[in-house]
């Protein structure tokens, strides 16, 4: 069975950073390329950022760019999210997400396997 639990939301002002995690079991995270989504309420999933399956290259939405960082362990079946300089807008539910394939995909539905989300609340 696998499994993708993401971990390490929570409140935090404006300006401050969290880094969430997302260790993989009942898969080798080494096969699948890594994204990180988020969702507000009434807004759709959207794509945050994408790391390839060696981590060799990363892409990221432009309202994230340059404040978010995708990195992964590999040996440790654990993929990352840093953020930093988190604003108000940055609230969401964030999510982890697993494809089989080559490069990171914006669309949700190119993605096979889906942690349940943890929460990130950025008070202004």
């Known amino acids: 069975q696998v499994q993708l639990v993401e971990s390490g939301g929570g409140l935090v002002q404006a300006g401050g950073s969290l880094r969430l995690s997302c260790p993989a079991s009942g898969l080798t995270l080494s096969n699948y390329v890594m994204g990180w989504f988020r969702q507000a309420p009434g807004n759709e999933r959207e794509f945050v950022g994408g790391?390839?399956?060696?981590?060799?290259?990363?892409e990221y939405a432009n309202s994230v760019k340059g404040r978010f960082f995708i990195s992964r362990d590999n040996a440790k079946n654990t993929v990352y999210l840093q953020m930093n300089r988190l604003k108000p807008e940055d609230t969401a539910v964030y999510y982890c997400?697993?494809?089989?394939?080559?490069?990171?995909?914006?669309?949700?539905?190119?993605?096979?396997?889906w942690g349940q989300g943890t929460q990130v609340t950025v008070s202004s």
């Open positions: 997400a697993a494809r089989l394939g080559v490069l990171p995909k914006l669309n949700p539905r190119e993605y096979d396997y």
């Open positions: 790391i390839t399956k060696s981590g060799g290259s990363t």
